[in-house]
């Protein structure tokens, strides 16, 4: 992504979905588009991102990477690790990851991020990892206030989106090359898991038409989330099909 020109947009339906048409034109691996607004912000199980104008970030990044499309899903945590590591140079140093794609600062979500692939045959064509961060907002709506927070509200600065925008650029060019590399992410396991905010916690692991609870022990260099049930049975959760929640609230 190096020299990658960063796109701009005063509004988008959806920088995923502009990343999609784009795609589809041909364009190249690092393409990044960022949205001042979304009209129809994408968010992770069917549900839909609220995107303001004006407060926070909406980008999403085209990738063509060289990988089988079992491993793509890595790419989110790749993204979350990155993201970790700019929001560390700003300052904050409390930062923790939800596995596998949420961002979260005093037990409330910073940050998500939403990956989505399109197959050709059976190869991968392109995949957009698509990141949401709450920077400047000062006030959610009444029902994401016990669950969502923002930089400004943790911090009270504001903070120059661009120059954030073109860190997680920079950042997550590095460690998808080397994810690339190398083909997994035994790089950033220790610094993941170091950060994760499921580790000794009570999770509810929702698979597809399955749900169970667990506690959750770390990821492993494929990604995985290990978990131990309540019967003492290890399990490998794969970030492509569950998301996992607290039991007791958010984290
Ligand atoms: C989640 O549910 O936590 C994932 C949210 C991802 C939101 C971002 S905002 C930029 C990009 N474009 C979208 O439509 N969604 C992602």
């Not at 190249?28 to 303001?52: F, I, L, M, N, Y």
């Not at 509200?153 to 120059?160: F, I, M, V």
Request: proline share 3%.
């Amino acid at each position: 992504m190096e020299n990658k020109k960063i796109i701009y947009y005063k509004q988008l339906d959806s920088t995923n979905t502009e990343i999609a048409r784009l795609a589809a034109l041909g364009a190249a691996h690092g393409t990044v588009v960022v949205a001042d607004a979304q009209t129809a912000g994408k968010g992770r199980r069917g549900r839909t991102w609220e995107s303001p104008a004006g407060e926070s970030i909406y980008m999403s990044i085209l990738l063509r990477p060289d990988c089988v499309p079992d491993r793509a899903p890595m790419l989110t945590l790749v993204m979350a690790y990155s993201i970790a590591q700019v929001l560390k140079e700003h300052g904050f140093t409390d930062v923790q990851i939800k596995w596998p794609n949420d961002l979260v600062l005093s037990g409330k979500k910073i940050c998500g991020i939403l990956t989505e692939m399109q197959m050709k045959g059976s190869e991968i064509d392109y995949v957009v990892v698509g990141v949401g961060i709450n920077v400047n907002a000062s006030k959610f709506p009444e029902e994401l206030t016990e669950t969502a927070t923002s930089l400004y509200r943790e911090s009270g600065r504001t903070l120059d989106r661009e120059m954030i925008v073109e860190s997680v650029v920079a950042h997550f060019d590095k460690a998808c090359r080397k994810f690339i590399e190398v083909q997994d992410l035994s790089f950033l396991r220790e610094a993941y898991n170091a950060m994760l905010v499921n580790v000794g916690r009570e999770v509810r692991v929702l698979e597809p038409g399955n749900e169970y609870t667990a506690y959750a022990q770390g990821i492993n260099s494929e990604g995985e989330l290990l978990v131990r049930t309540s019967e003492g049975e290890e399990k490998r959760i794969y970030a492509g099909e569950v998301s996992v929640r607290g039991v007791y609230g958010y984290v």
